[in-house]
């Protein structure tokens, strides 16, 4: 059973940076489409990056005006998200997410890191 686990979430001031690791176990992330979704509270789980399947094709919402930089090192079988210029309203819990097509359809979900942006 595949899984994913999430790490480098903290307590940051505004302008800091952090790195936010996702390990795999069980499964791949080479041929995964992966991505980053962030949930802050009272709020709806929002797309943050994301990296195309099988690539290093990277997509990002809007908001983030180049701040955030997704990547993945498949001899770790980890993906990463760099955050730059944080902001107060950057805090939220952050997970990953893998899906691809293995022996079967996968989708899954780590359980998440709290980032929090204050002073």
């Known amino acids: 059973q595949g899984q994913l686990v999430e790490s480098g979430g903290g307590l940051v001031q505004p302008g800091g940076s952090l790195r936010l690791s996702c390990v795999a176990s069980?499964?791949?992330?080479?041929?995964?489409?992966v991505s980053w979704y962030r949930q802050a509270p009272g709020k709806q789980r929002e797309l943050v990056a994301e990296i195309a399947e099988g690539s290093n094709t990277t997509n990002y919402a809007d908001f983030l005006k180049g701040r955030f930089t997704a990547s993945r090192d498949n001899t770790k079988n980890t993906v990463y998200l760099q955050m730059n210029s944080l902001k107060p309203e950057d805090t939220a819990k952050y997970y990953c997410?893998?899906?691809?097509?293995?022996?079967?359809?996968?989708?899954?979900w780590g359980q998440g890191t709290q980032v929090t942006v204050s002073s």
């Open positions: 069980g499964f791949s992330l080479g041929p995964s489409a």
């Open positions: 997410n893998a899906k691809g097509m293995g022996v079967s359809w996968y989708n899954h």
